[in-house]
């Protein structure tokens, strides 16, 4: 998640990999990739990515580990 506006907020995690997807399904990128752009563009990945057969386009699994965190509105 981020917050791009003042105060700015990020979080992340450290994760341990549980699977690499080497021909993911279409509708399982688009779950994790239509968080973020507009739910046309993420198709458009989606579909693109999973069109490639030669088995470069990987989807991982990751369970997380640790969180990091960042408020710059929090005095240090």
Known sequence: MQQPTFPCRYVTAECEVERAGRAPAAADVLAVTSRYPPEEAA?????AGTADLTGKFVLFTGRPVRWLTHDSGEPD
Do not use: G, H, M
């Open 43 to 47: 198709r458009a990945f989606a579909e």
